[in-house]
Every structure is written in structure tokens, then in C-alpha cells.
């Protein structure tokens, strides 16, 4: 149990469009999702915290007009970042929460490779 | 603010053998969770262990094991009878109560020897 998938794990775009990224939970619903990016050989760095139905909560220093985050149902999160340059070129990470109590577990999708050309 | 301090970037371990990796933390909560990540090459972030602060008792999962110091914040993980499978990168993560987001270390790398 506690699946999460994400699509596509790996993408390669020109500079100037756009790119989506699904993170699904496959086998539970998840009130909370979370998007990360991690450069080679470092750590996670959380970008944003999506609930179900409400906005995106952003960290700081992340554009939310260049990462779009929907969390339209407890099983999708889409993470858009718009008009791409080659500086966004990363590894983003989701995760899904099951509920807010304390002994909650975070689990994390495969990641998706980015590259912008 | 939490933090989270893994201060070996990198560590190597005979297969077979036991070893530990360091965490320590910062935090001025009385309750909170600690928890163990485990990053193959694949990219895929599996968790190895959790511990809740309240809890007294050392978790273990098979050849995880931690040694939870919450007096020092200290939270060590150590693995048995390492296997290749082993090696990747390894995260502690620490999270606070309801609705607080997980704080990573850096990571450290291990690699197994055969």
C-alpha cells in the first residue's frame, strides 16, 4: 500500500513552454501533497504544501507564478512550471500525506527528471 | 527553527558488516517524529524507519535499527549485515506535530564493498 506515481518521469522541453508534472496517490487519498526539488547529490528542497481544494502554500523564495500547484482531487496534484528556462532543469519530487494527525507518514513518488533545453 | 546535521557527506561498508550513520537535531518541540529515508539509485525515497519522540523504546525494522538519544538529539541509524542493496543515499528527517512539513539533512552517501 501507500503508492504514489508520477508522470512523466522524465521530460525534455525547449526553453519558453510549459511542462506538467502528475503525482497521484494510487491506493489511498491524500489531504495533503507536497513538491520538492533536488539537485544531484543533495537534498530535498521543499517547494511548496498543496491541500486538497485550497491554494497552494508556497516556500520562501519560490516563484508561484512560475510553479503552478493544483490539488484538484485527494489522488492528483499537478505541479506546471511555466515557460521553462534551463535554470529549471532539476529532479522534482512529490509526496502525499494520508491525513494531518502527528503519526502520519509522508510517501514520496519516483520523481521526474527535467531538462530544459 | 528545526534543523537537521548529518555531518558525513560519505561512508563505505564491507557487505556483511554492521554500520551506523550520525544524525543530530535541533528543536525546541517535546514532541515530535524522526524519521530514516533511503534514496537508491533509482531516485525512489523509501522509508527505512520511523520514531516518535514519546517513545522510549529504539525502533527496528530488520536490519534498521536506531539509537534514539533525545536527550543529546541524537538519532543514529544502524544497519546489519550490510548488502549491496544498501548502498544509496541516505536522509534523517525530522517533523513536528500536525500539519508541519519534514526538514531533511544533506544526506549521506553509502556505498557497500563486496
Known amino acids: 500500500g501507500a503508492v504514489v506515481s508520477q508522470h512523466p518521469s522524465r521530460v525534455i522541453c525547449k526553453s519558453g513552454t510549459s511542462v506538467k508534472i502528475e503525482c497521484r496517490s494510487l491506493?489511498?487519498?491524500?489531504?495533503?501533497m507536497f513538491w520538492y526539488r533536488q539537485f544531484p547529490k543533495k537534498s530535498l528542497m521543499l517547494m511548496a504544501t498543496?491541500?486538497?481544494?485550497?491554494?497552494?502554500?508556497?516556500e520562501q523564495g519560490v516563484e508561484k507564478d512560475k510553479f503552478l500547484i493544483n490539488h484538484a482531487s485527494l489522488t492528483l496534484s499537478t505541479l506546471t512550471v511555466t515557460s521553462a528556462h534551463p535554470e529549471d532543469s532539476s529532479f522534482y519530487i512529490c509526496?502525499?500525506?494520508?491525513?494531518?494527525?502527528?503519526?502520519?507518514?509522508?510517501?514520496f513518488g519516483p520523481g521526474t527528471r527535467l531538462t530544459v533545453l | 527553527a528545526q534543523t537537521v546535521t548529518q555531518s558525513q557527506p560519505e561512508m563505505s561498508v564491507q557487505e556483511a558488516e554492521t554500520v551506523t550513520l550520525s544524525c543530530t537535531y535541533d528543536t525546541s518541540e517535546s514532541d515530535y517524529y524522526l524519521f530514516w529515508y533511503k534514496q537508491p539509485p533509482s531516485r525512489q525515497m523509501i522509508l527505512v524507519i520511523r520514531?516518535?519522540?514519546?517513545?522510549?523504546q529504539n525502533a527496528t525494522e530488520n536490519r534498521f535499527s536506531v539509537n534514539f538519544q533525545k536527550a543529546a538529539k541524537s538519532f543514529s541509524l544502524k544497519i546489519s549485515d550490510s548488502q549491496l542493496g544498501d548502498a544509496a543515499m541516505y536522509f534523517c528527517?525530522?517533523?513536528?506535530?500536525?500539519?508541519?512539513?519534514?526538514?531533511f539533512g544533506k544526506g549521506i552517501t553509502l556505498s557497500v564493498r563486496p
Open positions: 528527517a525530522y517533523k513536528a506535530g500536525a500539519n508541519s512539513k519534514l526538514t
Open positions: 509526496s502525499a500525506r494520508v491525513d494531518a494527525t502527528s503519526t502520519d507518514t509522508q510517501y
Open positions: 498543496s491541500n486538497e481544494g485550497s491554494k497552494a502554500t508556497y
Open positions: 491506493d489511498f487519498q491524500a489531504t495533503t
Open positions: 520514531q516518535e519522540a514519546y517513545k522510549q
